[in-house]
């Protein structure tokens, strides 16, 4: 009966039904918020329901509990909670994959979302919305085991034998990389060199589509670097932008477009989600190799080194892309879902990382003698095949890449004594291999 059960549940969650769809969430679990310790327990499953319990520490005392259950209910899962014992409220399954479950109910004040995933360091849980209702979304990141006396259960180490990246990129397949997409690959031309730019029309269409236009029209050509921050950005555009009789024109590209700093949070995104927590959004990670973040059912592009944005005016839609900037600092990621990203740098950063700092405020040049030229800017499927740059760019849906990322995450290098156990979304490396 239980295995008939069992099976059932794993049909309502589109799972092959000889499946046991939710083993994963089975165990003691225990998350330390700086001196509040939640932990969650769940129990196998057994005829067709998972039960769990749920309970918040502060210091020595016990500070709110739930009841939790998770079974089949007009022909799919369903999530039923009952914090501080009180009455059920049901939260019925919307999607599921491998390890991970999502439950909504958007009838209810707050949460209206509940999803869980597993990873490699434990078990995650995250609940929100909706927006509008002012409460804050928390996310829950347990590590394995009952939570102590002294706090959170010790996270598990990597096995002694992790890989290095080295051995990591040693043992990668040319199924592992891609090839960039010359339609949507900038070659910026400097005298120093080509810098190679991808751009990401998956967040930002209607910006990548002006650009394109841009540079196809010439617009970029001749333009001069007019600001290089230290620490900060390298910027380009019209030093005439300012006045009406002398600004380039756009041709048929537009000068402004109306913003697009997020975009809506589907599963078309591939998002590769990273398994450590982030000061700035709720969940980080990669989308098809840039660098993402995402909470309350948007995702946007996070501003790392290398990150292409498009400057704009304190109007939010008086940015098109005749202004451009890459960030050559450390991760200004206060930026994020201020300004619209729409790619970032492959291949160049060294030309220009090394340009000569502004030394106006902001990093602005105090004259023009001082500006550097872009001799053009090209889209590569433009450009003889001959000509093209020749690079692979690692991708970043693979186990590969998630090797990739625990081997930066706990180093296992000789230096290396002591592993971090961590990574920030702007450390993580995105290698590129020139072919040859």
Not at 147 to 173: D, F, I, N, Q
Not at 276 to 287: E, H, I, K, S, T
Request: proline share 7%; with cysteine.
């Amino acid at each position: 009966m239980a295995r008939r059960a069992l099976a059932a549940l794993g049909m309502v969650l589109g799972l092959p039904a000889a499946a046991e769809p939710l083993d994963w969430l089975t165990g003691s679990w225990c998350y330390d918020a700086g001196g509040t310790r939640f932990e969650e327990h769940w129990t196998g499953e057994a005829g067709g329901v998972l039960v769990g319990m749920s309970r918040t520490l502060a210091g020595d005392r016990t500070a709110g509990f739930e009841f939790m259950r998770i079974e089949a209910r007009e022909g799919r899962a369903v999530f039923l909670a009952q914090p501080g014992g009180k009455a059920e409220t049901a939260f019925p399954r919307i999607e599921g994959e491998a390890q991970r479950i999502v439950f909504a109910n958007t009838a209810h004040d707050f949460p209206q979302r509940i999803e869980y995933w597993r990873d490699a360091s434990g078990l995650h849980a995250l609940i929100s919305g909706p927006t509008a209702s002012g409460e804050k979304d928390f996310r829950f990141d347990y590590a394995p085991g009952a939570c102590s006396g002294e706090g959170r259960a010790a996270a598990p180490r990597p096995a002694a034998g992790s890989r290095t990246m080295a051995e990591v990129l040693e043992a990668s397949t040319a199924a592992d990389w891609r090839r960039p997409d010359p339609g949507r690959t900038l070659y910026l031309e400097l005298d120093t060199g080509r810098v190679v730019i991808e751009l990401a029309p998956a967040f930002a269409p209607r910006h990548v589509d002006n650009i394109l236009k841009l540079a196809r029209g010439g617009y970029y050509d001749g333009l001069p670097i007019l600001r290089v921050q230290d620490n900060f950005v390298v910027q380009w555009g019209d030093p005439d932008a300012g006045d009406e009789d002398k600004r380039r024109p756009v041709g048929d590209a537009e000068r402004a477009l109306p913003a697009e700093f997020t975009r809506p949070d589907t599963a078309d995104l591939r998002f590769t989600r990273l398994p450590d927590r982030d000061g700035f959004a709720l969940d980080v990670g990669f989308v098809d190799g840039f660098p993402a973040a995402r909470g309350g059912g948007r995702a946007w592009l996070a501003h790392c080194y290398g990150t292409l944005g498009v400057g704009r005016d304190n109007d939010p839609n008086s940015g098109g892309g005749t202004e451009l900037y890459v960030v050559i600092g450390h991760a200004p990621r206060q930026l994020d879902r201020n300004i619209t990203v729409a790619g970032r740098v492959l291949q160049g950063m060294d030309l220009l990382a090394s340009l000569p700092r502004g030394r106006e405020a902001m990093g602005f040049h105090a004259d023009r003698e001082a500006h550097v030229p872009i001799r053009r800017v090209r889209v590569a499927a433009d450009v003889p095949a001959a000509e093209r740059s020749a690079i692979e760019v690692l991708r970043t849906d693979t186990p590969t890449f998630e090797a990739l990322v625990e081997s930066r995450r706990n180093r296992r290098d000789e230096w290396y004594k002591f592993p971090a156990g961590h990574i920030d979304l702007c450390n993580v490396p995105l290698p590129v291999r020139t072919l040859k």
